[in-house]
């Protein structure tokens, strides 16, 4: 196979200028911007002129920074657990499920994912408000005497991430678990494992490298999630999307809101490499 | 045998039980939504107290949803543009890159994607400092770019997938019975990859319809797009044209995807 696929024998040149339009995007949009962002990072002065590492030292000296960094990665941290208290129930059903049932899960997986972040952001408002869904059911069954405030609270913006982000779990897991051999449930049931130990010895252990992938869509759109942040949690509790977008577009301090965006990204990536870590071990414990 | 029985039928129920209430949290929503957006009320209230067509009528209205119109155009404008472009790279890379191993090939693959990981603030903060320094101040065709950036990976994604699946078999006889390269590629890899390519460019698409950080940053006030607009909506007073905005979102959003479930499998191709 000596050419690329579109081209039998297009040769070296060819494949270039097939991948050149793309390279050059990307070289232009992508990493330029993203170099130029680490640079502004590193400018003392508002004007960016000063080269120096005084947002570093001014983002790293205030708790109240610290703090906000944390409270974000916590954020990530709760609605991963979260969803994955809802996505195995469903990936286990799907495991289970003929292929016609298959195609029903995965299109009612697919709608709310096809569906705006924001459609489903302003959905929460309508379930948690004072005169949303869940007051009016927990004031009519006289469950509780007046309406819980669930609208900008930490716990109000975890419940309704876990159902946005839930998709971003699901996808990976049923695409492994889909592939899995349906004779293997078969033959731990014919060797004489029960249900529930067919589930925690075979089921499980081979969906880990879906969830490992699962995990980290959710972790790193969870912490990004801006407009669930801002609408649903309020203007109380402050992330680091939020974060950037005050000192950037309100305060107009370029360099810090690019400091603070480099020390997201750092900081999001390390947890990136540790859960891919966790998987590739996963991975080695099940074929090693 | 009353022990095995146990085991079956409480795993049936436990996950059968389980499984209905995840689904019904992960559906639940988007039908809430559609309810709501027939209220008669004045406010966002549940359960509404009648059924009516008002507000779906408030947002037909041009005079009184002008701003909502125009913005729903730009997005439409910015979305079409966005996948036009975008699915051409993306199936021009995924050509050249289809089957290669080497270590410059899979570099490239890797920074395709890379926008899907990253934190989408710090690359519309990133291409904002950029345009900005540049001097390139034409807001629509920035959130384009933009929006190319950060989509472009889904139908990269999609578009070399179904790449892999060709045989490469086909294209060497096809070869070997004397077709040159382009009638190989237009009567071999082109109708077989076609699905692959609709896949992608309709994931492109409703990812820049839906997006919020890259216009946020890049867009002013004339090119305002419906997902910023939807939520000053929300931040402010809670207009309830908000539902119906959402209610014919969903409705778009379930017609595309069942148009393209039926012609694409768009099910098989997010894998």
Known sequence: ??????????????????????????????????????????TNDQEMTVLGTAQFEKFLSDRFNWRVLFETLLLGAKVVACTTLLAFPIAILFVQAGPKLRRLLLMLILLPLLTSVVVRTFAWIVILAREGVVNSVLLSMGIIGAPLQLLHTEMGLIIALMQIELPLMLLPLVSVLSRMDPNLIAASQALGAGSWRTLRRVILPLSLPGYAAGVLLVFASATAAFVSQSVIGGGRLIYMPVFVYQQATTLFNWPFAAAISVILVIAISMVAVGVNQLGRTARGNIHG | MASFDFDRWSYRLVLGALGVMALTIMVAPVIIVLVVSFTADNAMRFPPSGFSWRWYEALLDTVQSSQIHRAALNTLQVGLWATAIGTALALLAGLALARRR??????????????????????????????????????????????????????????????????????????????????????????????????????????????????????????????????????????????????????????????????????????
């Not at chain 2, 384009?144 to 889904?154: A, F, R, T």
Request: glycine content about 8%; aromatic content about 8%; charged content about 15%.
């Open chain 1, 1 to 42: 196979m000596g050419g690329s696929i579109a081209v039998p024998d297009a040769g070296r040149s060819g494949r270039m200028l097939l991948l050149a339009p793309m390279l050059l995007f990307f070289g232009a949009f992508f990493l330029a911007p993203l170099l130029l962002l680490v640079v502004v990072s590193f």
């Open chain 2, 102 to 271: 080497g270590a410059g090939a899979r570099s490239a693959d890797t920074l395709f994607v890379t926008p899907l990981m990253l934190p989408q603030i710090a690359f519309a903060l990133a291409a904002l400092v950029f345009f900005s320094l540049i001097g390139f101040d034409a807001a629509k065709p920035a959130v384009i770019i933009g929006h190319i950036v950060v989509c472009v990976p889904l139908a990269y994604k999609t578009i070399s997938a179904s790449l892999s699946q060709l045989d490469p078999a086909l294209l060497e006889s096809s070869s070997s019975l004397g077709a040159g390269r382009f009638r190989t590629f237009r009567r071999i890899t082109l109708p077989i990859i076609l699905p692959g390519i609709a896949a992608g460019a309709f994931l492109l698409f409703m990812a820049s319809k839906d997006n919020v950080a890259v216009s946020l940053f890049l867009s002013d006030a004339r090119t305002n797009m419906l997902p910023i607009r939807m939520w000053q909506m929300m931040e402010g007073t809670l207009d309830v044209r908000v539902a119906a905005v959402s209610g014919l979102l969903i409705f778009a959003t379930l017609v595309l995807m069942l148009a393209m479930e039926r012609t694409v499998r768009i099910s098989d191709r997010l894998r």
